[in-house]
């Protein structure tokens, strides 16, 4: 489960800024992390959820 606290969203914004070859500036980097903040929260009561044991749940990626 994801802990939005935990993430840090600047470091993962430049990892996949570079992962895409996709510059931003200092602007639209600022505006994501409030964006992936805002979903992350958002996520976070559907991640604690708890699935009957019969049911499969979708698969979970970290990096």
Avoid: C, H, K, S
Avoid at 35 to 43: N, V
């Amino acid at each position: 489960m994801m802990n939005n606290d935990a993430t840090d969203w600047p470091a993962w914004i430049r990892l996949v800024e570079q992962i895409l070859d996709v510059p931003l500036d200092d602007a639209r980097r600022a505006e994501l992390e409030v964006q992936l903040a805002r979903i992350a929260a958002m996520a976070q009561p559907l991640m604690q959820f708890p699935l009957p044991p019969r049911q499969e749940g979708a698969g979970e990626y970290r990096l």
